[in-house]
């Protein structure tokens, strides 16, 4: 009899420990799953300010473009009107401004005297040819101010480079000959066409290399 009660007492303690186990397990549970659900309430506000943020953003981006749009338009077309009146040769002069040439020789100009003294042992000459950004000239105006032919055909190199090579942009074009280990006292020297260089302002079509 004893031994009866024992164990109905036992197996009271035990369900009542079950049962808290179980109030215990179902508390975390609903813990757990209340701040899973704050987690993404958090997430979605979150989300919701950036997205409103990137919207005012792209907002102003195309009113900026909108406004821009009309500039280039309203001076696209004073510029149409005050063209009305020149002649060809005028437009060509216009054009030609819009382009522009240059010779350099390891990144520096070539002087108007054609002369040019470099130290360097690795020579690199670079004729660039560069349109403007915003060609405001009608296409079949504007292509007029090129200089004739291809551009690189404007420049003969008297001696043979080690390399050449090309760099070609959008609106920026390069030729480039590279002399590499150049001995001391050596001259390379090369020419450029007369229309080339009127572009570039330059008093002779022979241009010296001296490396000192």
Not at 50 to 61: D, F
Not at 85 to 92: E, I, P, R, T
Not at 183 to 201: A, C, H, Q, Y
Request: charged share 25%.
């Amino acid at each position: 009899m004893k031994r009866i009660l024992v164990c109905i007492g036992l197996t009271f303690i035990l369900v009542a420990c079950s049962n808290k186990f179980e109030d215990n397990t179902t508390n975390s549970d609903k813990n757990a799953s209340t701040q899973i659900s704050e987690n993404k309430t958090l997430k979605i506000n979150k989300f919701d300010v950036q997205n409103e943020e990137l919207q005012a953003t792209l907002n102003n981006i195309q009113t900026d473009y909108n406004y821009k749009k009309e500039q280039v338009e309203y001076y696209q077309q004073l510029i149409n009107d005050l063209i009305k009146g020149y002649s060809d040769a005028q437009l060509k002069d216009l054009a030609i401004k819009l382009w522009d040439y240059e010779l350099e020789i390891n990144g520096i100009t070539v002087p108007a005297n054609g002369i040019v003294e470099i130290q360097e042992n690795a020579i690199e000459i670079s004729l660039i040819q560069r349109q403007s950004d915003y060609p405001i000239l009608p296409t079949e105006i504007f292509i007029q101010g090129k200089i004739s032919g291809d551009y690189i055909d404007h420049l003969k190199v008297n001696s043979n480079p080690s390399e050449t090579y090309v760099t070609d942009g959008t609106v920026v074009t390069g030729i480039h000959h590279k002399f590499v280990d150049v001995e001391k006292g050596s001259t390379i020297s090369f020419t450029i066409t007369e229309e080339l260089k009127k572009r570039l302002g330059l008093e002779t079509n022979q241009i010296t290399i001296n490396k000192k």
